[in-house]
Nanobody, 119 residues
Framework: QVQLVESGGGLVQAGGSLRLSCAAS????????MGWFRQAPGKEREFVGT????????YYADSVKGRFTISRDNAKNTVYLQMNSLKPEDTAVYYC????????????WGQGTQVTVSS
């Protein structure tokens, strides 16, 4: 089992920045990739980006590429989502999730953290 706890959400003005954290516990994450997702009211959950824990390689959705950055801290077992140049359309509940490398299913999810971007 992997337990994930997100933090760092809040209210920010358009153009501002926030950094979300996802603290993981329960297992060594070297064989996992960590994903960030978001869900806005009335919309389906949307992929934001992912990082492969062991090598640090990242991949982003086009909607956030160049504005968001995913990183991880091995010592703290924590994944970060640095969000810059925020837009009102980035408003959503943000979730982190974990999937075993080589599989397509994210089996473990955090509880989510709200990000609200005002115009």
């Amino acid at each position: 089992q992997v337990q994930l706890v997100e933090s760092g959400g809040g209210l920010v003005q358009a153009g501002g920045s926030l950094r979300l954290s996802c603290a993981a516990s329960g297992r060594t994450l070297s064989s996992y990739r960590m994903g960030w997702f978001r869900q806005a009211p009335g919309k389906e959950r949307e992929f934001v980006g992912t990082i492969r824990w062991s090598v640090g390689s990242t991949y982003y959705a086009d909607s956030v590429k160049g504005r968001f950055t995913i990183s991880r801290d091995n010592a703290k077992n924590t994944v970060y989502l640095q969000m810059n140049s925020l837009k009102p359309e980035d408003t959503a509940v943000y979730y982190c999730a974990a999937a075993v490398v080589g599989t397509t299913t994210y089996n473990y999810w955090g509880q989510g953290t709200q990000v609200t971007v005002s115009s």
